[in-house]
């Protein structure tokens, strides 16, 4: 089943210790993306990749770093959190070469900062 | 600058309507849209695309069509079902840097039985 998979799904952290959300497809798609969604401000893009190694900031890149070591993996590293950064997080995927672009997002990762 | 505007932010139907969920955007110059459905706490599920060079799409009780000189898109969902109440979410990938997808804020959609 082709599928975009977040680790955790749920995470309840303290200001200042380091953590990682992963983010996996199975779908060899060069693409890759993470969004926060708060009240209010919508989807909002943070980081993304055009491929392994190419990677650019988003909208709301600040207090967030990725890595994309593999094609299938795009991870988010949040160094040092804030309360600021709790939010619901998703990854999104899709294949940059011919049509329809369509993108697939995962189940999300809902961030508790306190 | 793209944005996007959903309307209406809620609405609440009986069993059975024909409803439409509306979606506007500032710039024409996009890729294409994209209609997904968000339930609580869950993830995006994509509904429906329609490129830039399309003016609808079909599947099911689904229809999106797309006006894309006027900046508009319309989501209707024919004879609603209480299992249709989600949040529905209008995306745009625009031309200017197609990396990303621009959203809009939803409309949350209830359908009383």
């Known amino acids: 089943e082709a599928q975009v998979t977040q680790n955790p799904r749920y995470l309840i952290t303290v200001t200042g210790k380091k953590l990682t959300v992963t983010c996996s497809q199975n779908?060899?798609?060069?693409?890759m993306s993470w969004y926060r969604q708060d009240p209010g401000l919508g989807l909002r893009q943070i980081y993304y990749s055009m491929n392994v190694e190419v990677t650019d900031k988003g909208d709301v890149p600040e207090g967030y770093k990725v890595s994309r070591k593999e094609k299938r993996n795009f991870p988010l590293i949040l160094e040092s959190p804030s309360p600021n950064q709790t939010s619901l997080y998703f990854c999104?995927?899709?294949?940059?070469?011919?049509?329809?672009?369509?993108?697939?997002f995962g189940p999300g990762t809902r961030l508790t900062v306190t | 600058k793209q944005e996007v505007t959903q309307i209406p932010a809620a609405l609440s139907v009986p069993e059975g309507e024909n409803l439409v969920l509306n979606c506007s955007f500032t710039?024409?110059?996009?890729?294409?849209l994209q209609w997904f459905r968000q339930d609580p706490g869950k993830g995006l599920t994509s509904l429906l695309l329609i490129q830039s060079s399309q003016r609808e799409q079909t599947s099911g009780r689904l229809n999106a069509s797309l006006d894309k000189s006027s900046g508009r898109s319309t989501l209707y969902i024919a004879a609603s079902q209480p299992g249709d109440s989600a949040t529905y979410l209008c995306?745009?990938?625009?031309?200017?840097?197609?990396?990303?997808?621009?959203f809009g804020a939803g409309t949350i959609l209830r359908v009383k039985s």
């Open positions: 999104a995927s899709y294949r940059l070469a011919g049509s329809p672009y369509e993108q697939y």
């Open positions: 710039d024409s110059a996009i890729y294409n």
């Open positions: 779908m060899n798609h060069e693409y």
């Open positions: 995306a745009v990938r625009p031309k200017e840097y197609g990396n990303k997808l621009v």
